[in-house]
């Protein structure tokens, strides 16, 4: 039986021999996309393995040449050269779940799938595949996939909540750790976070200058969230500052669910106290809890009381009233986490452990203004949104 390489046309068969055997093509081999490059076999392994000794211009030539071939790297074999993996793992907060169905709406999914699709596609222009993984005390093995997927990546990705924060320096000790969200004052891992602080000084900002208002509140997410806690007490240094009132009873807490919202709406209105004139919510699916809950009390959004969010997820720009927000990018968060772990597993020199994202005001029809204003979104992103930043 005689093979030849490099032929993946099923309809290639040749008979070859006296006993007219039919000869099928086998895949091809790192030796065929080096012989179709015109470049050393040991060249083609630096490129796969992503090597800044290959020139862009050779890695191009790779590249194409794998994919004329329709060449798929062995990772067995690219581990067994490399001394990696080549998979990084994305851990996220656990939902609880009730006889097969989510037992409460997390808010975050929505988010969290973005945050995903960035981190997987950084990781595959970097060579690496991306594993999913839910943790935490409402998964019913508790930490242990967590545990477990420590020996089959290079290296983690955590988003909000997962650990606490001694967890994550015992278990940097075993893998690197890039954590997504965070105070960002961990010596452990590297954190990359938007700028909370920036945002809701400009949300404020916006609700002083243009709105004039003098009493406002917010609405939390979970209290154990790093962002919620950054979000909620940059917004009362603002308004403060400002000569805005905000008064504890106005500051509400809820869970990053569109379900807490509603609930922590419907106790403030309960306590037949005046509201404030706005309520600002630490992410959008809050602040769509919370307009349900003023609209089943027979209050309007915007001409009755203002509501803003943050994130700017794709449903609320088609919410009515459409929603006032922060947009922050999930995708970017991803991508940039991906590029920190991957510089921290070929031993780049990183010389800084907090990556901070900018944001941008996004001003729609829930805060009051008209639908035409969106264009204010210019204004604020040139006026107060800051370039990437680095600690």
Known sequence: ?????????????????????????????????????????????????????????????????????????????????????????????????????????????????IVIRGAEARAAAHGYS??????????????????????TVDGLIMLDRVLAEDEVADLSRRIPVVLLAGRGDSSAAITVRVDNEQAMRSLAQHFIDVHHVKRVGFVSGHEG??????????????????????????ILKSDWTSAGGEGAM??????????????????????????YALLAAGLRVPEDILVTGFDDITLTRY????????????????????????????????????????????VRESCGCAAESESLTEIYKTTVTPTMAVN
């Open 130 to 151: 991306l594993l999913l993984c839910g943790a935490g005390e409402n998964h019913p093995a508790g930490m242990t996939p967590l545990m477990n997927l420590t020996g």
């Open 1 to 113: 039986m005689y093979f030849v390489s490099g032929y993946r046309d099923m309809n290639a068969l040749s008979m070859l021999g006296n006993q007219g055997e039919y000869v099928v093509d086998s895949q091809p081999t790192i030796y065929d996309v080096a012989q179709r490059a015109g470049v050393s076999i040991a060249t083609v392994s630096r490129a796969l393995n992503s090597l800044s000794s290959v020139r862009p211009a050779t890695r191009d030539k790779v590249l194409v040449a794998m994919r004329e071939l329709e060449f798929v790297p062995n990772s067995v074999a690219r581990g067994l050269s490399s001394g990696k993996h080549w998979i990084l793992g994305l851990v996220f907060m656990q939902t609880a779940v009730d006889n097969n169905v989510l037992a409460v709406e997390e808010a975050s999914l929505l988010y969290t799938d």
């Open 319 to 362: 919410f009515k009233p459409p929603l006032t927000t922060i947009r922050q990018s999930g995708s970017l968060l991803g991508e940039v986490a991906v590029d920190a772990l991957v510089a921290t597993l070929d031993n780049s020199e990183l010389a800084v452990r907090t990556i901070v994202l900018p944001t941008e005001l996004v």
């Open 225 to 250: 969230s790093p962002d919620s806690v950054a979000r909620e007490a940059s917004f009362r240094t603002a308004i403060e500052e400002g000569g805005v009132s905000l008064a504890d009873i106005d």
């Open 266 to 291: 419907r106790a403030r209105i309960a306590l037949d106290e005046p509201l404030p004139e706005v309520f600002a919510c630490a992410n959008d699916q809050t602040a769509v809890g919370v307009i």
